[in-house]
């Protein structure tokens, strides 16, 4: 069995999509009709980006799985028949009513879904098409709604006390924390009620939401196995009734059954999950043991680290804060955001960072596209996985690839002016036939110039600077004599760069070609400072042919003394 790290047998290269697709796979068995690589998400807030790693994940698995030619799909199951647990800063506090009821039937915060769920679902699930996510959806409250789950709500009920030996052996052995923790506000009566019938019916594996208030407010006082009904008291508004369950679809099981029961249900033979659900007495190792109780077998495992994001300076408040896909996407192409997590193992935990850093980002990315032309290991393996789809195939990008560094400078330097920046870039090199053929990049380096902090963003003069220009050395006189004189009316890239480093060689007595001696490194230096102080008021700033050619040379010549345009 020996390997070389990150490769297979045949030498190619294997990373955590290969080796997780492989026991999906193996746990499908031989001849598997469909293998079903499962995500499930609690619509209850905005997506933040660390949770986009459950939708990923099984993205990433599904897609290798159909690589290998092999039925595959991927199934989203939306918990949003969940519990309405808190009212999220920056909602109406009159919410708080609503605690306690199905997500589904919470009002749009925002007033323009058909619930609380759907507003929550549908940006993260455009972001995900953007990214070439395709996903059989399923929503829990129409399934429950539905009575699809009734045969197995019976069945487990039947088989209660052997759930409950499970479950209170997890609970001994480590007590739930947290997001994993079991609808905690729910169930009032532990003390009360059941204990003379042999079981503890605050612990009844199935609680309905009261009929009256829609809240799961309830205590379960009395069950009775021949008739199968369910009588119930509701705390919050004094409801007492009967729910049958052979008949009525009123409620759903506890968590930690009620995820091991679909997976048997939907046959899932893949499932990923925050690294919450796989410490001991958590729902995944609790539900390895409830999942036989359902004739299934628990699915192969991958548990994510958290993912962090940095540099994030107008986030709009209305989102309560949370860094979403399409704060992501903003800025960063989708292909890339699917390579930050495809290129990362599941338990590594990561930074994505749409600050600065994101320049470098772009730099890497470029960079590895290149290297995928030549060169298939492992980092070109995450390439492949991003930039492509078996539902989508490629995904778009921009026509003509101009460097993110390129493109922001320019975006800042011309203040986003469409017939400026196509100047600029053409300028720089790359032949356009319009600005279209930049996207969608150019997009993006706009969105992401227009985060920067003020003090980073370039403004340029519209008057030249009179006191300063009417104070120059003779040096400075001199050499801005010479830029005006050879400075021609259709700046390029290699022209311009040439004529602002060789500027200062003429005044040593130099050629424009001549390397530099340390003289001419100081006088360049302190020319491009006076350039700078003449164009943009600031001691630095773009690169300075990049700033030539989006100023454009009328432009530039007004601001350092020559001709105003038009004259
Ligand atoms: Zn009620």
């Known amino acids: 069995m020996a390997r070389s790290r990150g490769k297979n047998d045949d030498g190619d290269p294997t990373d955590w999509v290969t080796r997780a697709a492989d026991a999906a796979i193996r746990q499908a068995g031989e001849g598997a009709e469909l293998i079903t690589c499962a995500s499930g998400a609690s619509p ?3 997506v933040h980006l660390g949770n986009l790693r459950e939708f990923l994940t099984v993205h990433f698995v599904a897609e290798e799985v159909r690589r290998r030619g092999l039925p595959v799909r991927h199934l989203h199951s939306w918990d949003d028949y969940d519990r309405f647990r808190k009212v999220p800063a920056g909602v109406d506090p009159s919410w708080s009513e609503h605690i306690g009821r199905p997500l589904s039937d919470v009002p749009d915060p925002g007033g ?17 098409r953007e990214m070439g996510v395709e996903m ?55 003390e009360d009620g059941g204990a003379a019938a042999g079981f503890d019916l605050g612990r009844f594996p199935y609680k309905p939401y009261c009929r009256q208030c829609g809240r799961d407010t309830v205590t379960v006082t009395a069950y009775d196995d021949e008739t199968t009904d369910l009588s119930y008291t509701c705390s919050s508004c004094g409801f007492t009734g009967v729910t049958n369950l052979a008949t009525q679809d009123e409620g759903k099981l506890v968590w930690k059954i009620d995820w091991p029961m679909r997976w048997a249900f939907e046959q899932v033979h893949f499932e990923p999950g925050g690294d919450d659900h796989a410490t001991p007495g958590s729902s995944y190792t609790v539900g390895q043991e409830v999942a036989p109780v359902f004739g299934w077998r628990a699915p192969s495992f991958v548990a994510y680290s958290f993912v962090g994001v940095a540099g994030m300076t107008k986030m709009s408040s209305s989102r309560g804060g949370v860094p979403t896909a399409a704060d992501a996407l903003r800025i960063l192409e989708p292909p890339m955001l699917r390579w930050l997590y495809v290129r990362r193992q599941p338990r590594q935990n990561f930074t994505i960072d749409l600050g600065a850093e994101v320049v470098r980002l772009y730099d890497e990315w470029d960079a590895l596209g290149r290297k995928a032309a030549t ?33 922001s400078s320019v975006a800042d330097v011309t203040a986003g002016s469409p ?149």
């Open 136 to 190: 059989e959806e399923v929503s829990q409250t129409s399934m429950y709604r539905a009575g699809r789950y009734r045969e197995q709500v019976l069945h487990a009920v039947r088989h209660r006390e052997e759930l409950e030996a499970v479950l209170a052996r997890f609970r001994t052995k480590a007590p739930a924390t947290g997001a994993d923790d079991e609808d905690a506000a729910g169930g009032a009566g532990r």
């Open 419 to 567: 017939d400026l920046m196509a100047r600029a870039v053409a300028g720089s090199g790359f032949a356009l036939s319009s600005l279209d053929d930049l996207e969608p990049r150019l997009s993006r380096a706009l969105a992401w110039v227009a985060d920067q902090p003020e003090e980073d963003r370039t403004t340029v003069r519209t008057e030249p600077d009179a006191a300063r220009l009417a104070a120059l050395t003779e040096d400075e006189g001199r050499w801005l004599a010479q830029l005006l004189d050879r400075m021609p009316d259709e700046l390029d890239q290699d022209g311009i760069t040439t004529l602002v480093y060789g500027v200062p060689k003429l005044g040593r007595g130099l050629g424009l070609d001549d390397p530099p001696t340390e003289e001419v490194k100081a006088d360049q230096k302190a020319f491009f400072g006076l350039l700078y102080e003449l164009l943009v008021a600031a001691e630095r700033g773009p690169r300075l042919p990049t700033l030539f050619l989006a100023l454009g040379a009328d432009r530039v010549r007004y601001l350092l003394g020559g001709t105003p345009p038009g004259a």
């Open 375 to 407: 060169k298939r290991d492992v980092a070109t393996l995450a390439w492949e996985r991003s930039v492509s789809t078996a539902a989508v195939g490629t995904l778009p990008t921009a026509p003509v690839t101009v460097p993110f560094r390129l493109l």
């Open 112 to 128: 323009c879904h058909e619930s609380w769920a759907e507003h929550y679902k549908e940006p993260l699930v455009t972001s995900l």
């Open 44 to 46: 209850s807030g905005p």
